[in-house]
T-cell receptor
Framework: GQQVMQIPQYQHVQEGEDFTTYCNSS?????IQWYKQRPGGHPVFLIQ?????EVKKQKRLTFQFGEAKKNSSLHITATQTTDVGTYFC??????????FGSGTKLNVKP | NAGVTQTPKFQVLKTGQSMTLQCAQD?????MSWYRQDPGMGLRLIHY???????DQGEVPNGYNVSRSTTEDFPLRLLSAAPSQTSVYFC?????????????FGPGTRLTVL
């Protein structure tokens, strides 16, 4: 069945350092979404990537979708304490059924 | 707009009891879904619906029923609760659009089965 793996499980960084989380699927995805969940909160949508090789930026966040549409990454430049939370990728094998990665929990020390 | 609302926020059940988790959205979204979140496992899709009268199974549907009689509501029924169903349940909705279908999540229901 569909599997979406995400690494690392945890990342502790000093404020100002960069952070990257990686997402890999066992099958080709139609699209991939990224979410952020603060402790005790619900997932909040960050972005969706649809095209092979697509790169999108949101301020300090850079998202990439692999050429084969089986992997993706989220990179945060110069982390801030407001970046604390768990980041999830969610891949779809069609546009209606999403498989979430297990998440990367980011802790930022001031 | 209230967005996606879920009730109750917390619930404790005994093994074998049944209950319904409520989910409603006021954004006229065709797509609605239920996920459960367990520690270290991300979110797993239980059931989803692409419109009123249409439902389908997700990754972990056993022990759960859904129906979609209106666009706004998508209740999740636990038929006979088991301790393995202790989890946080999230409902989500989105428009059905192949190019952009951001999922909006509700605040979640924290369920404990004793």
């Amino acid at each position: 069945g569909q599997q979406v793996m995400q690494i690392p499980q945890y990342q502790h960084v000093q404020e100002g350092e960069d952070f990257t989380t990686y997402c890999n699927s066992s099958t080709t995805l139609s699209n991939i979404q990224w979410y952020k969940q603060r402790p005790g909160g619900h997932p909040v949508f960050l972005i969706q990537l649809v095209k092979s090789g697509e790169v999108k930026k949101q301020k300090r966040l850079t998202f990439q979708f692999g050429e084969a549409k089986k992997n993706s990454s989220l990179h945060i430049t110069a982390t801030q304490t407001t970046d604390v939370g768990t980041y999830f990728c969610a891949g779809a094998d069609n546009f209606n059924k999403f498989y979430f990665g297990s998440g990367t929990k980011l802790n930022v020390k001031p | 707009n209230a967005g996606v609302t879920q009730t109750p926020k917390f619930q404790v059940l005994k093994t074998g009891q049944s209950m319904t988790l409520q989910c409603a959205q006021d954004m006229n979204h065709e797509y609605m879904s239920w996920y459960r979140q367990d520690p270290g496992m991300g979110l797993r899709l239980i059931h989803y619906s692409v419109g009123a009268g249409i439902t389908d199974q997700g990754e972990v549907p056993n022990g759960y029923n859904v129906s979609r009689s209106t666009t706004e509501d998508f209740p999740l029924r636990l038929l006979s609760a088991a301790p393995s169903q202790t989890s946080v349940y999230f409902c989500a909705s989105s428009p059905v659009d192949a190019s952009y279908n951001e999922q909006f999540f509700g605040p979640g229901t924290r369920l404990t089965v004793l």
